[in-house]
């Protein structure tokens, strides 16, 4: 099947820097998401990718879909304390009919 | 927005209990999922569904059993509940690729 890598892990931050993470795939994608989950709570969509190459933003959140069509990109700019929670890339590619999940980034923003 | 609803939100539960965990919709989606999730961990697909009288297990194997008898409502039951069985439940519906969450549910079971 499908799988994806996710990273980093992990990642603490000082209140306004900029975050980015990324996701590999071992196979070709044709659609690349981005979720964010608060503690306690189901993932949200944050933004969705349809074509290599594509660079889509949501406020202070950027997304790219990589080129090789194999990786996808999450930039966050100057980072702030509500942006704390797990972040989750998810894709789906050729015949497959479900999405398959990144394992997450642990964002934590310190002040 | 998907309009996606759970109930209960948290259950603490004893090992042997039968226990149902709802799930509605209001948009009328074909497409819904079930997903276990330990804290701060992946997803991992338990049961999903296309539409009514439609069922399919996940990628992960799951002794829950799900329904889906009306397109607003797919419940997820575990017939006996035991300790390993402690963990979120989140339920999602589709338009096309894009999957809209729930809030899940937190099940304990001692």
């Known amino acids: 099947g499908q799988q994806l890598n996710q990273s980093p892990q992990s990642m603490f931050i000082q209140e306004g820097e900029d975050v980015s993470m990324n996701c590999t795939s071992s196979s070709i994608f044709n659609t690349w998401l981005w979720y964010k989950q608060d503690p306690g709570e189901g993932p949200v969509l944050l933004i969705a990718?349809?074509?290599?190459?594509e660079l889509t933003s949501n406020g202070r959140l950027t997304a790219q879909f990589g080129i090789t069509r194999k990786d996808s990109f999450l930039n966050i700019s100057a980072s702030i304390p509500s942006d704390v929670g797990i972040y989750f890339c998810?894709?789906?590619?050729?015949?497959?009919?479900?999405?398959?999940f990144g394992s997450g980034t642990q964002l934590t923003v310190l002040p | 927005e998907a309009d996606i609803y759970q109930t209960p939100r948290y259950l603490v539960i004893g090992t042997g209990k039968k226990i149902t965990l709802e799930c509605s919709q209001t948009m009328g989606h074909d497409k819904m999922y079930w997903y276990q999730q330990d804290p701060g961990m992946e997803l991992h697909l338990i049961h999903y569904s296309y539409g009514v009288n439609s069922t399919e297990k996940g990628d992960l194997s799951s002794e829950s059993t799900v329904s889906r008898i009306r397109t607003e409502h797919f419940p997820l039951t575990l017939e006996s509940a035991r300790p390993s069985h402690t963990s979120q439940y989140l339920c999602?519906?589709?338009?096309?690729?894009?999957?809209?969450f729930g809030p899940g549910t937190r099940l304990l079971v001692l």
């Open positions: 990718l349809y074509k290599a190459g």
């Open positions: 998810a894709g789906r590619g050729g015949s497959a009919r479900q999405l398959t």
């Open positions: 999602a519906n589709s338009v096309e690729v894009l999957q809209y």
